[in-house]
């Protein structure tokens, strides 16, 4: 498959990905399901406590991380991404509860003031994930650069947290630089990919 149709492909399974997890997100049971998304992501998370973790400040329908970061920040430094600028990967900058936020790119919230972080652990937001641990974010390839460049220098954790519902059926399309996530994190289970 060609890289244009790659890219024809992913933005229509993004509008119905969308759709998905909005539909997810607004579900009368989301703050139950949140609870034991959160649940399973602590369990998974607890071997790696100290380490340094990043997750990310939800947004848009995206199931919501920051219990587990909240939970995390009391044994180990947490960052939050911060985009530099288009076609760069992301960096992350300390985070803890009650952290001042400002707005940052794409209306994503940033504190206000922290320390800069090179996470071990990355929490990845996603619109869709399939079977083989391939991930579709918002197609700014943000998240692809950001693990390319963090498996380049070391062993990294990518955790993908989403909705069940948000997984795909079938295959996602793939490019050369798309990132696999490691493991992904719902609300009814904990799929290992590597």
Do not use: N
């Amino acid at each position: 498959m060609s890289r244009a149709d790659t890219d024809a492909a992913k933005a229509g399974i993004r509008r119905v990905a969308l759709a998905r997890r909005a539909a997810a997100h607004a579900a009368p049971d989301a703050d139950a399901r949140t609870a034991r998304a959160t649940a399973r992501l602590l369990e998974l998370l607890r071997p790696e406590r100290g380490r340094p973790l990043a997750g990310y400040m939800p947004m848009r329908g995206e199931i919501s991380p920051l219990g587990a970061m909240a939970e995390m920040a009391c044994h180990g430094p947490v960052g939050v991404p911060v985009v530099e600028g288009a076609g760069q990967p992301l960096s992350f900058r300390g985070w803890h509860p009650g952290a001042r936020m400002i707005p940052g790119a794409f209306g994503a919230l940033v504190p206000r003031a922290g320390a800069q972080l090179v996470p071990e652990v990355l929490i990845v937001p996603l619109l869709a994930f399939d079977a083989a641990g391939q991930r579709l974010g918002y197609g700014g390839g943000f998240y692809d650069r950001t693990l390319a460049r963090l498996r380049a220098a070391g062993p990294v954790l990518a955790v993908g947290f989403a909705w069940a519902a948000q997984q795909q059926p079938g295959a996602l399309p793939a490019g050369s630089t798309d990132q696999p996530l490691d493991v992904v994190v719902t609300e009814e289970r904990v799929i290992r990919f590597r």
